[in-house]
């Protein structure tokens, strides 16, 4: 029987001192941020029992969180795309479609900036008061996206404050069927496009294609908004006056100016990883074909979903279409279509955390949730 070869001590202690030195490292580095997020749990912690101002603080949180994770479902195309255009012209250009598409859902449905997302059975009741978990939710969201995960910023606010369970499994099933869908047809889309019209769209981009961008860029901005303006509208009264009108508004409008000064800020990576998005034409189609999925699942119910999920559904299609449709060896397609696997490996089990963790919030903090759940299983 051979013996077998001493583990060479020196090795592994150096190891583990890399990786605690690594630790440490990016402790230092992440310091300010580290700060700042204790910062606000002790806010949140003393504040609860003040209705009024807990509202306005966890819409504040929300807002910002929220955009800033989704923002690369929206505007990170086109902050890749334009990255040679000036962060306050993207800023503005976004701002107003902002103003003006929360300003309709505003007087057509008489102070409701949710388009009507908010009526769902189970959601429809406005917070009277509220608890720790429900304003560290948006905290918890900050720290994801500072880790770069695409978390589904409808499950992890929305549940909270959804009473009924039925609610949310009504929510998750819609958004998983998104991303099927967003999955099969990028997947559709981008193996035509790599195969018989990649050849039309060499070289430098006609100004026409920045024109498009924008257009297509801001239309699937407004679709996002009809979408997701339930997930920051949630910790207010489901009716705003013109005052909370004018403050929901303009915190959002000036907490895009934040996002766009820091081009996106870390949670920007997913997209800058992904195969050609700077180009863009890419970014136009993606756009596109994103905003046409997300105006039908608008238009099928008012029942809230995930658009993370139908985003990172798409950006897995494509990559895999792209990895079908190159030419060449097949050892060659072999290895574009691992990357793709694992992009779309990494992106799902970030979502997935982000799912279990609004999970795990919904039923310690909801009691009609627990109820149903426990009822369920019989227990």
């Not at 239309?219 to 909370?244: G, K, S």
């Not at 609004?358 to 009822?375: D, P």
Request: hydrophobic share 55%.
């Amino acid at each position: 029987m051979a013996k077998r070869k001493p583990i060479d001590q020196n090795i592994n202690q150096d190891a583990i001192s890399k990786k605690v030195s690594g630790i440490f490292d990016l402790a230092k580095a992440e310091r300010p941020y580290l700060i700042l997020i204790a910062i606000l749990i002790s806010i949140a912690g003393f504040i609860t029992e003040y209705t009024y101002a807990a509202m306005w603080f966890g819409f504040a949180l929300a807002a910002y969180s929220a955009i800033a994770n989704d923002s690369i479902q929206t505007i990170g195309t086109f902050i890749v795309s334009n990255q040679k255009t000036k962060w306050y012209w993207l800023w503005l250009f976004i701002g107003l479609i902002w103003v003006v598409t929360i300003t309709y859902s505003w007087f057509v449905f008489e102070g409701d900036v949710s388009f009507q997302l908010l009526s769902t059975p189970g959601l429809e009741k406005a917070p009277e008061s509220f608890v720790f978990l429900q304003l560290a939710a948006p905290i918890v969201l900050l720290i994801m996206t500072r880790m770069r995960w695409p978390v589904s910023t409808t499950f992890l606010l929305l549940n909270v404050f959804t009473y009924k369970a039925g609610t949310i499994v009504s929510v998750m099933s819609k958004s998983f069927y998104g991303y099927v869908l967003a999955f099969a047809l990028a997947i559709l889309v981008w193996y035509i496009l790599e195969r018989f019209v990649k050849n039309y769209l060499k070289g430098e981009a006609k100004p026409y294609w920045m024109v498009l961008q924008w257009i297509t860029s801001g239309t699937l901005w407004a679709i996002w908004i009809m979408q997701d303006a339930a997930n920051i509208a949630v910790f207010l009264p489901r009716q705003l006056n013109v005052f909370e009108f004018l403050v929901y508004t303009g915190v959002v409008f000036f907490g895009l100016g934040i996002i766009f000064f820091l081009k996106g800020d870390k949670i920007q990576d997913i997209i800058n990883e992904k195969t050609n998005v700077a180009d863009v034409r890419a970014a136009t189609l993606v756009d596109l074909v994103y905003a046409v999925i997300l105006f039908y699942f608008k238009m099928y119910n008012n029942v809230p979903m995930s658009t993370t999920w139908v985003f990172i559904g798409l950006l897995a299609g494509r990559e895999f279409a792209i990895a079908l449709g190159k030419h060449g060896k097949a050892k060659n397609r072999g290895a574009w279509l691992t990357r793709a696997f694992r992009l779309a490996r990494k992106d799902m089990w970030k979502a997935l955390a982000g799912l279990i963790v609004s999970l795990i919030l919904a039923v310690v903090i909801n009691k009609g949730v627990r109820e149903e759940i426990f009822a369920l299983f019989n227990f």
